[in-house]
């Protein structure tokens, strides 16, 4: 029996998606050896290839001044890349700092240039987010990089700022593909997959043509985002099997009404839960402010870590994986991305109605 996975990355994918593959796993549509066999530069590779990059600027609404890259390395090589390759001697990266992995981003660009924090959580404990519209960039900023979704804290931005001429850069990881925006507001987003897209192996660059061609020459050929948009993400070896199974992801997405209908489904999804912990409050608790509660990892903290402990466990054994919290937090977490059904959702909340009734 699949269980409910509420992990937060790698993460839940469609059961469809994973049954497509298993199918096809050995045979590709009769072809005779599997897609992870073939050659990156076959015919067999190359429609599956452009086919996802096709999807992603259907779903996402991409235009064509920018490219969709599927680069190795992680989310995190994308924290040392964008400063590599954006930030000129005389400019500064502006970023905000609203967490752990924005935290992470700011360290690795600080090893590379001029680093300012135009806001800084910490005063809130990380709850709580800017006024999109109070943030100003300074002339001298090469670009502002924000973390859309604060995967571990659980803070999400509801909308973001207009920056102007200044490149808006963004680390989509954990909620990408889960709501629309206007992509023409950034420069550059980039989401590794395992979240919301697919499986671990890739991330996903999303970046505005003139941004890439101004990669500099003194960089590795790997790290320069202008190599991979000329090479159309075929300058190496690409992370084929991840990217065969997003195309099964995007295609599933599609299916279901998109970005738009989706959005649908996780606000269902996130205010079940979030309806159990407010009308809970001397059981349930939320440590972030209201108006920027994440709808993709819900953080929560019952009254004591002994309750926790129990009802983590009391959850596994119903078949809901992945519930604590993360070990810089503490509490219980449930990430609610794409793929986890309705069901899920709703059958977690049941779950934490009976377990505050039988405790409270
Ligand atoms: C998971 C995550 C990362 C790190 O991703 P890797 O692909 O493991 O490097 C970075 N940023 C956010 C917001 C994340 O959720």
């Known amino acids: 029996?699949?269980?409910?996975?509420?992990?937060?990355?790698?993460?839940?994918?469609?059961?469809?998606?994973?049954?497509?593959?298993?199918?096809?796993?050995?045979?590709?549509?009769?072809?005779?050896?599997?897609?992870?066999?073939?050659?990156?530069?076959?015919?067999?590779?190359?429609?599956?290839?452009?086919?996802?990059?096709?999807?992603?600027?259907?779903?996402?609404?991409?235009?064509?001044?920018?490219?969709?890259?599927?680069?190795?390395?992680?989310?995190?090589?994308?924290?040392?890349?964008?400063?590599?390759?954006?930030?000129?001697?005389?400019?500064?990266?502006?970023?905000?700092?609203?967490?752990?992995?924005?935290?992470?981003?700011?360290?690795?660009?600080?090893?590379?240039?001029q680093v300012r924090i135009l806001w800084d959580g910490k005063d809130s404990g990380y709850t709580a987010l800017p006024d999109p519209v109070s943030l100003?960039?300074?002339?001298?900023?090469?670009?502002?990089?924000?973390?859309s979704n604060e995967t571990i804290g659980g803070v999400q931005w509801k909308a973001f700022p207009k920056t102007g001429d200044i490149p808006l850069v963004a680390d989509m990881s954990s909620d990408i593909l889960s709501r629309t925006f206007d992509v023409r507001d950034f420069g550059l987003i980039y989401a590794g997959a395992q979240k919301n897209i697919g499986p671990a192996g890739v991330t996903v660059v999303i970046i505005r043509d003139d941004l890439a061609a101004a990669s500099p020459e003194n960089l590795p050929a790997y790290l320069r985002y202008k190599i991979h948009a000329e090479k159309n993400s075929l300058y190496n070896t690409p992370p084929v099997f991840a990217i065969y199974a997003i195309n099964k992801v995007l295609r599933w997405l599609k299916a279901r009404g998109g970005v738009a209908g989706i959005e649908k489904l996780n606000t269902q999804k996130a205010e079940a839960i979030y309806s159990v912990i407010d009308g809970n409050p001397g059981f349930y608790s939320s440590p972030v402010e209201k108006s920027v509660r994440s709808r993709m990892n819900v953080v929560f903290r019952l009254p004591s870590e002994e309750l926790e402990k129990e009802f983590i466990t009391r959850a596994k054994d119903k078949g809901m994986l992945g519930l604590k919290g993360h070990r810089d937090v503490g509490g219980c977490r449930a990430s609610l991305y794409n793929a986890l059904p309705l069901e899920g959702a709703r059958a977690l909340a049941d779950l934490m109605k009976d377990f505050a009734a039988e405790k409270g």
Do not use: C
């Open 1 to 113: 029996m699949r269980k409910y996975n509420f992990y937060a990355g790698p993460s839940t994918l469609p059961v469809e998606v994973l049954e497509e593959l298993k199918e096809e796993i050995a045979d590709y549509h009769g072809e005779g050896l599997s897609m992870i066999e073939t050659s990156h530069r076959s015919p067999m590779y190359d429609r599956v290839h452009e086919e996802t990059i096709e999807l992603f600027h259907e779903l996402m609404g991409i235009p064509v001044n920018y490219k969709v890259l599927f680069i190795g390395g992680g989310a995190t090589l994308q924290f040392g890349m964008v400063p590599m390759n954006l930030l000129k001697p005389g400019t500064v990266g502006e970023y905000v700092k609203s967490g752990s992995w924005a935290g992470k981003a700011i360290s690795d660009a600080r090893t590379i240039g």
């Open 136 to 147: 100003k960039p300074g002339n001298d900023a090469a670009y502002l990089h924000l973390t």
